[in-house]
């Protein structure tokens, strides 16, 4: 028996009618059209579907869509500002930590979650937000530099 989920997406109110079972992965996707929450491991394992839920990064292919019911979700969709890219992907671009692209919406949104909460991360504290996150084309390296460079671009500091 379907159920209706309410709850907030990218700053727009969203009702839906879904099936229970359906996880909040595919809910963005395949009944909203929000594509550019990536869908790859299934296990929540590669960290590619990461979305921003009431402020904290979580998996969206790990949890149940009714788990959102009456919260507030972010997708890669909701950061640009029309044609201006958010300072965190215009990062991510500058400092060349994105190849295919494919594991890069995960990576962003946890970057997001992790500066809206620390402002000045470290390195470390870089490091513990990004565990799990698995990227084959891009070297770390240049990830931590772009949240680095994010932090900076977010603080008005360039």
């Not at 989920?5 to 595919?26: A, H, Y």
């Not at 640009?80 to 991510?92: E, K, M, R, T």
Request: glycine share 8%.
């Amino acid at each position: 028996m379907k159920q209706i989920l309410q709850f907030t997406v990218n700053g727009e109110p969203r009702e839906l009618l879904i099936d229970p079972k359906k996880f909040l992965v595919e809910v963005l996707r395949e009944d909203l059209g929000l594509t550019g929450t990536h869908w790859a491991c299934d296990t929540g394992a590669c960290c590619c579907c990461t979305v921003i839920m009431d402020g904290k990064a979580v998996k969206s292919c790990s949890i149940l869509a009714m788990q959102a019911n009456g919260r507030e979700v972010t997708t890669i969709e909701g950061l640009a500002d029309g044609p201006n890219l958010h300072p965190i992907q215009q990062a991510f671009i500058d400092n060349w930590a994105l190849q295919c692209g494919f594991c890069s919406s995960g990576q962003i949104m946890a970057a997001k979650a992790l500066l809206d909460e620390n402002p000045s991360p470290t390195r470390e504290d870089i490091q513990l937000q990004m565990d799990g996150h698995l990227c084959r084309c891009t070297g770390f390296n240049m990830i931590q530099e772009a949240i680095l460079d994010a932090a900076e671009r977010l603080k008005g500091q360039k």
